[in-house]
């Protein structure tokens, strides 16, 4: 800590475990005691909010092997036996399986039309000069921060009046047409920093616009639609106001309203455990790819605010 | 690479931009013209009434309370979450203590642990996690409860959610814990970039850990502090208090209108009460609101910019 090293830890410090750890060896202890005090508490704060981000999480998972009784009567004792019918009652009963495919085919063609329309679009905006080039590009920003639900409320009547609600196909062109700001910010920035002599050589050799593109700058593009990509897949996952406004058919619900409706009606069936399956079911695919792809996830979530 | 270029960017343009202002631009539109007339979302005749929803609005008792607390949301939260996102940040990038042989500056043992498990919340939906801390939050049966129980504090069992003087902040405090890690890493990354030789010039003038934060990591992290500022009060206004306060709270938006945010009235107005244009008035005050605070966090927050 601060401009000395120490060795081996000071007593007051034997309360963070991390500090503990962290102890080098060797140079003579020489440190102000205002400073391990403060030290102290470093280390406790961050491991407090450790526990804390980890302490619902693991909850959840040990409620969701439980029975009902022992959910109410004693919130924090381990389950009696790991009831892992809790589980298969969520997923067939519950409708959970009807969720989980609804929202792979919503969040899977979404994706897929996110990042084929934003790239196109954020490649002619980044690369090409004709009027209106800027107004187009800060219509397409200005959706960033603007309130959502202030347009959904015609939104509703608009698709309603096009026959989409409560559609997949319907909710598919949403998360598009609302992902493709972020996208088109975000993707028109990583055309501009790629070399234009690549294309330039490309059209030279007879290769068209619409072939240069897709044959040369995507693939150039890849680590940016990777990042963008991963940003949308999350976003679009984990949606829960778009369809809850504009896909009120239970049988089309995606995951987060499956389990918003499921908390309601449990409530009456009094099937908290199968609930609780539920939201783990959720949660761990999720948890499961991020601590895998851990370093694309938060390069893809933080890319956006760091530009 | 001229030849058949309009044609080209006509072509590649058409379908984003059309589903853009067919889904996005034109519903905005609309929305602030609906404004302005009687139209209840039920049926499709309506008439103007020029500002008539809007004098309604300056006397309904609901949309102020909602309007005091989206504009809680908008300045508390940041403030909290920054706060506390910076702290970290500092603690797992700069605080730990100088390895001999190892560079002047380094994070704390066990740095990278932290920043994978402070950003779990971020990946995972809000409404789930509202899910599960109305579950967390519930009176007689939820962990928190249980918890004080266990610790011997029989006699604090609040009411949490059902109490109109807590439900807010229990709300509040979701909020924050689902976003910190997202900044704790955002900030991270941020820090990562200043250059070592700062800290080890203000280390040799004898500058401690607090004053190194405040003059030199704080200042230079400026620009990313204050667009996680906008980001996390834009979400603070719209998406993120929709979901949290429409599952979590009673009505949802109670107990007695203690929790109802701009938003989520809104959503009631047009959904629930048949009053689409009297929805889409408090919708453009929530515009209104949001615009304002991007624009005074841009303008207070402007500082020469520092190069390094």
């Given at each position: 800590?601060?401009?000395?090293?120490?060795?081996?830890?000071?007593?007051?410090?034997?309360?963070?475990?991390?500090?503990?750890?962290?102890?080098?060896?060797g140079?003579?202890?020489?440190?102000?005691?205002?400073?391990?005090?403060?030290?102290?508490?470093?280390?406790?704060?961050?491991v407090?909010?450790?526990?804390?981000?980890?302490?619902?999480l693991?909850?959840?998972?040990?409620?969701?092997?439980?029975?009902?009784?022992?959910?109410?009567?004693s919130?924090?004792?381990?389950?009696?036996?790991?009831?892992?019918?809790?589980?298969?009652?969520?997923?067939?009963?519950?409708?959970?399986?009807d969720?989980?495919?609804?929202?792979?085919?919503?969040?899977?063609?979404?994706?897929?039309?996110?990042?084929?329309?934003?790239s196109?679009?954020?490649?002619?905006?980044?690369?090409?000069?004709?009027?209106?080039?800027?107004?187009?590009?800060?219509?397409?920003?200005?959706?960033?921060?603007?309130p959502?639900?202030?347009?959904?409320?015609?939104?509703?009547?608009?698709?309603?009046?096009?026959?989409?609600?409560?559609?997949?196909?319907?909710?598919?062109?949403?998360?598009?047409?609302?992902?493709?700001?972020?996208?088109?910010?975000?993707?028109?920035?990583?055309?501009?920093?790629?070399?234009?002599?690549?294309?330039?050589?490309?059209?030279?050799?007879?290769?068209?616009?619409?072939?240069?593109?897709?044959?040369?700058?995507?693939?150039?593009?890849?680590?940016?639609?990777?990042?963008?990509?991963?940003?949308?897949?999350?976003?679009?996952?984990?949606?829960?106001?778009l369809?809850?406004?504009?896909?009120?058919?239970?049988?089309?619900?995606?995951?987060?309203?499956g389990?918003?409706?499921?908390?309601?009606?449990?409530?009456?069936?009094?099937?908290?455990s199968?609930?609780?399956?539920?939201?783990?079911?959720?949660?761990?695919?999720?948890?499961?790819?991020?601590?895998?792809?851990?370093?694309?996830?938060?390069?893809?979530l933080?890319?956006?605010?760091?530009? | 690479?001229?030849h058949?270029?309009?044609?080209?960017?006509?072509?590649?343009?058409?379908?984003?931009?059309?589903?853009?202002?067919?889904?996005?631009?034109?519903?905005?539109?609309?929305?602030?013209?609906?404004?302005?007339?009687?139209?209840?979302?039920?049926?499709?005749?309506?008439?103007?009434?020029?500002?008539?929803?809007?004098?309604?609005?300056?006397?309904?008792?609901?949309?102020?309370?909602?309007?005091?607390?989206s504009?809680?949301?908008?300045?508390?939260?940041?403030?909290?979450?920054?706060?506390?996102?910076?702290?970290?940040?500092?603690?797992?990038?700069?605080?730990?203590?100088?390895?001999?042989?190892?560079?002047?500056?380094?994070?704390?043992?066990?740095?990278?642990?932290?920043?994978?498990?402070?950003?779990?919340?971020?990946?995972l939906?809000?409404?789930?996690?509202?899910?599960?801390?109305?579950?967390?939050?519930?009176?007689?049966?939820?962990?928190?409860?249980?918890?004080?129980?266990?610790?011997?504090?029989?006699?604090?069992?609040?009411?949490?959610?059902?109490?109109?003087?807590?439900?807010?902040?229990?709300?509040?405090?979701?909020?924050?814990?689902?976003?910190?890690?997202?900044?704790?890493?955002?900030?991270?990354?941020?820090?990562?970039?200043?250059?070592?030789?700062?800290?080890?010039?203000?280390?040799?003038?004898?500058a401690?850990?607090?004053?190194?934060?405040?003059?030199?990591?704080?200042?230079?992290?400026?620009?990313?502090?204050?667009?996680?500022?906008?980001?996390?009060?834009?979400?603070?206004?719209?998406?993120?208090?929709?979901?949290?306060?429409?599952?979590?709270?009673?009505?949802?938006?109670?107990?007695?209108?203690?929790?109802?945010?701009?938003?989520?009235?809104?959503?009631?107005?047009?959904?629930?009460?048949?009053?689409?244009?009297y929805?889409?008035?408090?919708?453009?005050?929530?515009?209104?609101?949001?615009?304002?605070?991007?624009?005074?966090?841009?303008?207070?927050?402007?500082?020469?910019?520092?190069?390094?």
């Amino acid at each position: 800590m601060k401009t000395t090293e120490t060795s081996a830890p000071v007593p007051a410090e034997s309360g963070a475990p991390v500090a503990k750890v962290g102890a080098p060896l060797g140079a003579p202890p020489k440190e102000k005691k205002e400073g391990a005090v403060l030290n102290v508490f470093s280390h406790g704060m961050l491991v407090l909010w450790a526990f804390m981000v980890v302490m619902p999480l693991l909850w959840a998972v040990m409620t969701s092997f439980k029975d009902d009784k022992s959910i109410f009567s004693s919130p924090w004792s381990l389950p009696d036996k790991l009831h892992f019918d809790n589980w298969s009652r969520a997923w067939t009963q519950a409708n959970m399986s009807d969720y989980f495919l609804n929202t792979v085919l919503v969040v899977g063609g979404s994706l897929i039309g996110t990042l084929v329309l934003g790239s196109m679009a954020a490649y002619v905006l980044a690369r090409f000069d004709f009027p209106g080039n800027r107004f187009i590009y800060y219509l397409f920003i200005g959706g960033m921060s603007f309130p959502i639900m202030l347009a959904l409320v015609p939104l509703f009547y608009v698709v309603n009046n096009m026959g989409l609600l409560n559609t997949i196909h319907g909710l598919i062109l949403v998360y598009i047409a609302y992902s493709l700001p972020f996208t088109v910010f975000f993707l028109t920035a990583f055309f501009r920093t790629l070399p234009t002599s690549v294309a330039e050589a490309a059209f030279v050799d007879g290769a068209s616009h619409s072939r240069t593109f897709f044959q040369i700058m995507l693939p150039m593009a890849k680590p940016g639609l990777i990042s963008v990509g991963i940003f949308n897949f999350l976003g679009q996952w984990n949606q829960y106001m778009l369809p809850t406004v504009l896909n009120t058919d239970e049988d089309k619900h995606v995951l987060t309203q499956g389990l918003v409706q499921l908390a309601v009606s449990q409530g009456y069936k009094g099937d908290w455990s199968g609930l609780f399956a539920g939201l783990v079911m959720a949660m761990l695919p999720v948890l499961a790819a991020y601590i895998l792809f851990q370093r694309q996830v938060v390069q893809g979530l933080t890319a956006g605010a760091l530009k | 690479m001229q030849h058949g270029k309009y044609r080209f960017v006509v072509g590649f343009l058409a379908v984003p931009l059309g589903l853009y202002a067919l889904f996005v631009v034109w519903p905005f539109i609309q929305s602030i013209y609906y404004s302005f007339t009687d139209w209840t979302g039920l049926s499709p005749e309506f008439k103007m009434v020029g500002f008539d929803n809007y004098s309604r609005m300056l006397d309904d008792d609901i949309f102020w309370k909602s309007l005091q607390h989206s504009l809680l949301f908008a300045l508390l939260l940041p403030v909290v979450t920054i706060g506390l996102a910076l702290f970290f940040a500092f603690m797992i990038n700069v605080g730990g203590r100088r390895r001999k042989g190892g560079p002047v500056i380094s994070g704390v043992r066990g740095s990278g642990f932290y920043k994978i498990v402070y950003f779990f919340p971020q990946v995972l939906s809000i409404a789930i996690v509202a899910l599960l801390f109305q579950f967390a939050y519930n009176p007689d049966s939820g962990a928190i409860n249980s918890l004080l129980r266990g610790i011997g504090l029989d006699s604090v069992q609040p009411l949490w959610l059902g109490d109109p003087n807590l439900a807010l902040w229990c709300v509040m405090a979701v909020l924050v814990w689902s976003t910190v890690g997202f900044f704790v890493v955002l900030f991270s990354a941020g820090m990562a970039s200043i250059p070592a030789d700062l800290y080890e010039a203000a280390l040799l003038d004898g500058a401690n850990r607090i004053t190194t934060f405040f003059r030199i990591t704080l200042p230079l992290l400026w620009d990313t502090v204050q667009s996680g500022w906008v980001y996390m009060g834009i979400l603070a206004l719209g998406a993120e208090s929709f979901a949290v306060v429409g599952i979590m709270t009673t009505g949802p938006g109670g107990p007695d209108y203690s929790t109802t945010v701009m938003v989520l009235y809104v959503y009631q107005k047009a959904f629930r009460d048949g009053q689409a244009a009297y929805a889409t008035t408090i919708g453009v005050a929530l515009l209104v609101v949001t615009l304002a605070f991007a624009a005074a966090v841009m303008r207070l927050g402007r500082r020469e910019r520092l190069e390094y």
